[in-house]
């Protein structure tokens, strides 16, 4: 047996934190804050309205691939220039160890972004989502949607999240890297598809990944490029590729004004 991969170290880690959260706030009473919980909108109608490509735009301090990218960062402005930008979505990293985010990030960008209504940005949790618990904790920060990452769920877990996930209101963005990975997010009826181009069992990014997987995709799927996105070339590739929206993190991350950046990258004025 190999050595464990980054991903493998990842998931083992958020296994353990939801040991941890489940002991401090157990199951039943995370459900009952689910009655106060903000209002959702639809993830998926949110990205599609931004044509022909909606932008969803990260907030991360950190990653395993670059270390520290913001270890000060005001996460609640942040967000506030990619509205100002015209993001279809914001991905917020909730993972603690590795990317140094947190459930709080999210929720405060959530309320900050109140005021916009129904145009605001739709709120996506980035994690490492393994277990339904952090599916309720997601709805009840404010999420509108999260990430379920095919490579570190069997079929039936996959199948399980993306239920419990529907059931709040919350359509997932499911995240593939290879063909048998597309396909098993095919079979699950995923609607929204995130081809990420970095690989997470060792972070190696290809772009080429996203030309090649979406090639399996035909129907009302909606595509997402995801990672090594930064500039406008890379996104009017991926456009005729066939995604209707790109991920973009360590580019807007690093930016000097955020909202330009995003409007360069899409091509708006």
């Given at each position: 047996m190999g050595s464990p991969t980054i991903l493998d170290t990842i998931?083992?880690?958020?296994e353990h934190d939801v040991r941890v959260a489940k002991a401090g706030i157990p199951a039943s009473a995370l459900e009952a804050l689910l009655a106060s919980a903000p209002e959702v909108i639809s993830f998926e109608a949110r990205l599609r309205r931004e044509t022909p490509m909606a932008l969803i735009a990260e907030v991360k301090r950190a990653s395993p691939s670059k270390g520290e990218i913001a270890p000060g960062l005001d996460a609640v402005a942040q967000a506030k220039k990619y509205a100002d930008g015209g993001a279809a979505g914001i991905s917020v990293l909730t993972e603690p160890t590795w990317f140094k985010g947190t459930l709080e990030d999210m929720s405060s960008i959530r309320a900050a972004l109140q005021a916009l209504g129904d145009s605001r940005p739709a709120i996506l949790r980035k994690d490492f989502i393994i277990d339904e618990y952090q599916v309720v904790e997601a709805r009840v920060h404010g999420a509108d949607s999260l990430l379920l990452i095919v490579a570190s769920l069997d079929d039936a877990k996959l199948c399980n999240l993306m239920e419990r996930s529907r059931?709040?209101?919350?359509?997932?963005?499911?995240?593939?890297?290879?063909?048998?990975?597309?396909e098993r997010a095919l079979a699950s009826s995923a609607r929204v598809i995130g081809i990420n181009n970095r690989d997470l069992r060792n972070f190696r990014v290809d772009l080429g990944t996203t030309d090649r997987l979406a090639k399996q995709v035909s129907g009302d799927v909606l595509l997402a490029a995801l990672s090594g996105i930064?500039?406008?070339?890379?996104?009017?590739?991926?456009?005729?590729?066939g995604a209707g929206a790109v991920l973009v993190g360590e580019a807007l991350m690093v930016a000097e004004d955020p909202a330009a950046a995003i409007r360069a990258l899409v091509g708006s004025k």
């Open positions: 998931v083992a880690r958020r059931s709040l209101g919350m359509e997932p963005l499911v995240e593939v890297n290879n063909a048998d990975e597309m930064s500039t406008r070339e890379d996104v009017e590739r991926f456009q005729i590729a």
